[in-house]
Structure formats: structure tokens, C-alpha cells
């Protein structure tokens, strides 16, 4: 899944996000999260590890580009896993809306964080190009770097809560279809059905 993750990141799919363009969505993210709910939660922190030290060698922007993406997906992670984990006796439905939820709020709260440090501490010309680039999506002037700093995180977060989706909704349709054509063989059932069934509790 690592392998993956990486081959899909190297690969031209990314989508910018209009509103700030250096912001994308890509596909790498999913063969993570196919670790997570096929597999469970130490096969998902393998992937994102490996994912991530392989990108410090050879990703761009190495290594802030590269920790910035580790941090929205292990924060992803674990919410969902602390989310799933919260209601796994009430079945699958609850398990994916709760992982969902919480791997969002996670994800976004991690993030704006995140993104602070580097947009004012660390590179404060990403957050000159940041507003720049967002005052030419809404044809505005942001001259006040309080609004600027505002806006940059609210879509920011737009951005992150987009992605999740992105991410998990791939996910789910490629593990049914994996469980349905017994593509791992017939006792394979995804690590997500296995917990909110009761089979394993971990």
C-alpha cells in the first residue's frame, strides 16, 4: 500500500484546489486508507511511515512538504480510528460516520495548526502568495493580515474536509468490491466489518 501511495503521488493526478492552487488533492491518500479499514490501524501507521520517509528522500519541498502531508494523514488516521473505535458495537454505519467525523475535525485541527507555523513563523512569503492567490479567486483586495490570515485557514480547512472525502469515499467502493469478488480470498473481511461485527475488538 505504500508503494501505491507513492507511485499515485508521483503520478500527474493531483487537482489543485482552486481557491489557494498549492493546495492538492490527490490520490496518494488512499491506499493508506485502504490499510486502515481493510486492515487495521498498525498496517495504516506502517503505510503512512513508510510513505512518509520515502518522500522525505525523494519528495518536493522536502521535508516541510513532506510532514505537512505525514501530519493530515496521521491526524486522519487516528481520529477516524478513535471515532470507529467509540461506537464499533453499534455496527458499520456508526463506525464510518463517527471515523469520519472525528478524523475530520482531527485533520482540520491539526492542519490550521500546522499551517500557522509555516505560513508565520516559518515561510511567511507562503502567506503573502497564500492571500495573493485567494484575493484573485474571490476578486478581492486582502490587505488586512488578520482577514487574510482568517480566510487562508477557513478555506484551508475547506480544503482538508474535501480531501477527507476524497479519500474515503474511494476507499469504501474499491473494499466492497475487493470483499466481493474475493479478490483476497473468501475469509478476507475487511478489518472495519470484522470490529463492528464483534469478530475482533482492536
Known amino acids: ?10 503520478l500527474p493526478l493531483s487537482i489543485p484546489f482552486p481557491p489557494i492552487p498549492y493546495l492538492r488533492i490527490d490520490p496518494a491518500e488512499i491506499p493508506v486508507f485502504i490499510s486502515l479499514l481493510g486492515f487495521g490501524p498498525l498496517p495504516a501507521l506502517i503505510t503512512n511511515m513508510v510513505y512518509y520517509f520515502v518522500l522525505l528522500a525523494v519528495g518536493e519541498f522536502t521535508p516541510v512538504g513532506p510532514t505537512m502531508k505525514f501530519l ?9 480510528w478513535l471515532g470507529s473505535r467509540m461506537v464499533y458495537a453499534r455496527g458499520f454505519k456508526p463506525m464510518l460516520a463517527a471515523g469520519t467525523f472525528l478524523g475530520t475535525v482531527l ?3 491539526t492542519m490550521t495548526a500546522a499551517n500557522y507555523v509555516v505560513l508565520l513563523i516559518l ?7 497564500a492571500t495573493a492567490l485567494l484575493g484573485a479567486f474571490l476578486g478581492v ?13 477557513v478555506f484551508t480547512a475547506v480544503y482538508n474536509v474535501l480531501h477527507m472525502g476524497f479519500s474515503l469515499i474511494p476507499t469504501i467502493i474499491l473494499l466492497k468490491a475487493i470483499q466481493k469478488t474475493r479478490a483476497l480470498g473468501s475469509k478476507w473481511t475487511p478489518w472495519m466489518i470484522q470490529t463492528s461485527t464483534g469478530k475482533r475488538q482492536s
Open 107 to 109: 485533520r482540520v485541527l
Open 72 to 80: 493530515a494523514v496521521a491526524s486522519s488516521l487516528l481520529g477516524f
Open 1 to 10: 500500500m505504500a508503494a501505491l501511495a507513492l507511485i499515485l503521488a508521483f
Open 141 to 153: 483586495d486582502i490587505s488586512s493580515g488578520q482577514a487574510g490570515l482568517f480566510l487562508v485557514m
Open 123 to 129: 515561510f511567511p512569503d507562503f502567506f503573502s502568495l
